[in-house]
């Protein structure tokens, strides 16, 4: 079942970042909820959990979007399993925490989508991918996290989304 | 224990090999599609397509929507206020979508030498590094790779990718993108391409030093690449030396609205004597 439903949220978040989130720009950039549910999914279950979601909805992105199949999958990977290192150090009932996570978890996770951007040979000036895309998510991602992390929670302790 | 740690490495390593030559062979230099990624968008693209009218339909309607709050006889006069204020919001997006369209038979009247044809975004990319947009038109409809698509106002981008019924466009603001354009009254060549800066999402490049650029001047198409010639591209906002202090470079002012794309038009052929 939290299979199922995690299935649905990521598939949920990838339909609405294609389509109706255009409407909610702000300063240029769209909320990545799939990288807040990764997020909030590594903190609550731990790096290796993390790992894998970020694995399964960076390839599903990467096939979404057609091109450079591996980019969104190799860092959703390397985030999940960092954030989920915050598993047991952190104290995960906190949405202002895990809004300074997701800020992190963003810089860190745009910081690895730009090297290998660059590594693809596209050529972006880090004070342009800094200031113009980076920091901005940074921020409108933890602004979804502070929002969403308490019904995500109770969900992940009480509810659908509960361990095993 | 140490074996077994050992193979989860390796087992990784060659995952990351993996996705790294995956990224490599699956960048924009393809020429096509195979024919599960082609299927899978065209699937895939109908949902979006449902997707977004709705979120139109939505948007429109909430934008009318009044909220206030009421007790007792009132209430009811409030609750009808409300549901035909929304009424209202879905019609105006219909009259909008209206005037849009024919603005863009308005161009294909007024533009006899392009043949084009009308097509919808039904996507994004659902990233933020890369600007492109699908829309409802693939080869069924005539749609080709590097195929010009515009707007009445100015160019939008060009085709990347083909499938049955949809395809991809790069917009002029993404950075991969690069377009052959000029000054519209000096003729001075440059390199249009797209920035990652929502306030200024493009440049023009490699304008000699001593070029008369100014504020206000119009950038269009030089003809040089992909593009029909004239076609405008955006104004000139401020000016620069450009990395190496041996050009110049101009921030532009889009004419085109890309975050709000909804119709576009692809430039299916330029017809002769047009």
Redesign the interface.
Known sequence: MRILVLALLLGLALLLESTVLQFVLVAGVKPDLVLVLVVFYAITNGPREGAFLGFMGGLAQDFLSGYYLGLNALSFTVIGYLVGLGHTRLFKESPFILAGVAFLATVAFEGVKYLLILGLGIAVPPGEALWGLILPLGVYNSAVALLFYRRYYLSATRGLLRSP | MKRLRLKGVLAAAIV?L???????I???ERDE?TVL?AG??DG?GF??GT??QV?YQL?EGFRHLVHFGGTGDTEELRRQVRELEAEIGVLREYQLQNERLRQLLDYRETNPGFDVLVAEVV????????S?VKVNRGVNQGVRRDQAVILPAGLVGRVI?VAPNTA?VLLITD??SGVGAMLQDSRTPGVVKG?????R?LTMSYLTKEAAVEPGQLVVTSGLGLFPKGIPVGRVVAMHKGAAGLTMTADLEPLVGF?HLEEILIILDSLPGG
């Open positions: 990351v993996l996705l790294l030559g995956m990224m490599h699956t960048g924009l599609l990624e899978l968008r895939v949902v979006q997707v977004m979120g948007r996507a994004r990319d659902p990233g933020n590094w890369f492109i990718f991809d950075p991969r920035v990652l800066d929502s306030a999402p975050d």
